[in-house]
């Protein structure tokens, strides 16, 4: 168990429609980053936050938002939905945004989003 | 651009030795990481090079050369479990963005 919760588990929605991802970073970690892993796919980083700002922007749709609270828990908000966006999405969370000290990752245990 | 590159499959035999090979084409550096994934779980962190050489940690090591922009991942006394995605990524030199490679999946035979 890496500390990292994200929920749900599990996600099934129709094309066109709006979800939203939620995670828990482990406790005392400021970052927050969230990756897509389509089937059979590497990890595309979208996007990063620290301590509530942004703090970088990977291949991230124009569809897809992100957000992080004062309470340091992260939203990653998907809409209008397209079949493509079936995948894993993963939240990980590190001590500091860069440079010496909190540079692994931890990932949660990942929400799989079937989009039909 | 950014391109890292990894052997999609890698077969081995249990009790051998297998070296995963990285390469990659950054347009910063600042540090090289692996990570070990078992079908539909989580990613979990390995090791974490930022300095050329080798760094040992139990049956796992990991070698950088950022002259040469490769790295292996060389696991000893391979053992069943150990079969599984290996993912090489990059962390750029801003240390906010870390770019995965496609990632290398090895399969542990008896």
Not at chain 1, 25 to 49: A, N, T
Request: hydrophobic share 30%; with cysteine; proline share 3%.
């Amino acid at each position: 168990d890496s500390g990292v919760t994200q929920t749900p588990k599990h996600l099934i929605t129709a094309t066109g429609q709006r979800v939203t991802l939620r995670c828990s970073p482990r406790s005392g970690d400021l970052s927050v980053y969230w990756y897509q892993q389509s089937l059979d796919q590497g990890l595309q980083f979208l996007i990063q936050y620290y301590n509530g700002e942004e703090r970088a922007k990977g291949n991230i749709l124009e569809r897809f938002s992100a957000q992080q609270f004062p309470d340091l828990h992260s939203e990653l908000n998907l809409s209008s939905l397209e079949l493509g966006d079936s995948a894993l999405y993963f939240c990980a969370s590190s001590e500091s945004a860069a440079g010496a000290g909190g540079y692994e990752q931890y990932f949660g245990p990942g929400t799989r989003l079937t989009v039909t | 651009g950014q391109n890292i590159d990894q052997p999609t499959e890698m077969t081995a035999t249990e009790g051998a030795i297998v070296q995963i090979n990285c390469t990659y084409q950054t347009s910063g550096f600042n540090g090289l990481f692996w990570y070990q994934q078992h079908a539909g779980e989580a990613p979990t962190f390995l090791s974490y090079n930022v300095l050329d050489g080798l760094e040992e940690k139990g049956r796992f090591s990991s070698f950088l050369s950022r002259s040469k922009g490769y790295s292996y991942l060389l696991l000893k006394e391979l053992q069943m479990k150990d079969s599984a995605s290996y993912l090489c990524a990059v962390r750029d030199t801003g240390g906010f963005k870390t770019i995965f490679g496609a990632g290398t999946r090895l399969f542990v035979k008896a």
